[in-house]
């Protein structure tokens, strides 16, 4: 039996929440022709935030990678509100990712592992993805982390 992104969700034992609804003059999602944009999420897990502060500071590096990969997971709640079926994505083509951090933080990599592994986790090798990760001074609501996201869709 074929493997699909919501089989593979299932494995994991995760389910996805209700997306977010946006806070302000934007849309969560975008799609023209076969790219969906995600606009960035939030490590928000039943309407509250994993945690907040920056990284270097009050919030771990643990912390901030499972912030990641639940940023992950609404990003992904989003792509299944967007087009139904995950097994539409062909290819998570990029991932974005903003670090709250001091000045002196530089384990941004690590910290957007959390998304990516999941990406990979979930979507097999279409998850495998290009990717940015910089440093902010701060972000919504005091958010240690925000992922974004590009997809291709069947």
Excluded: W
């Excluded at 928000?44 to 502060?53: V, Y």
Aim: glycine fraction near 10%; proline fraction near 6%.
């Amino acid at each position: 039996m074929m493997s699909t992104p919501e089989s593979r969700l299932a494995a994991l034992g995760l389910v996805l929440p209700t997306p977010a609804t946006p806070v302000a003059n934007y849309v969560a999602c975008v799609q023209t022709g076969n790219t969906l944009v995600v606009s960035g999420q939030l490590p928000l897990l039943d309407g509250k935030l994993l945690a907040t502060g920056k990284l270097g500071g009050a919030v771990s590096l643990e912390a901030a990678t499972e912030a990641a990969r639940y940023s992950m997971i609404n990003v992904i709640a989003q792509v299944k509100a967007a087009v139904g079926d995950l097994s539409r994505v062909k290819r998570v083509v990029r991932l974005g990712g903003f670090i709250a951090c001091t000045p002196e933080f530089t384990a941004h990599a690590t910290v957007m592992n959390g998304a990516s592994d999941l990406a990979v986790a979930v979507f097999g090798d279409a998850g495998r993805h290009a990717r940015s990760t910089v440093g902010v001074p701060s972000l919504p609501l005091d958010a240690p982390v925000e992922v974004e996201g590009l997809f291709e869709i069947a």
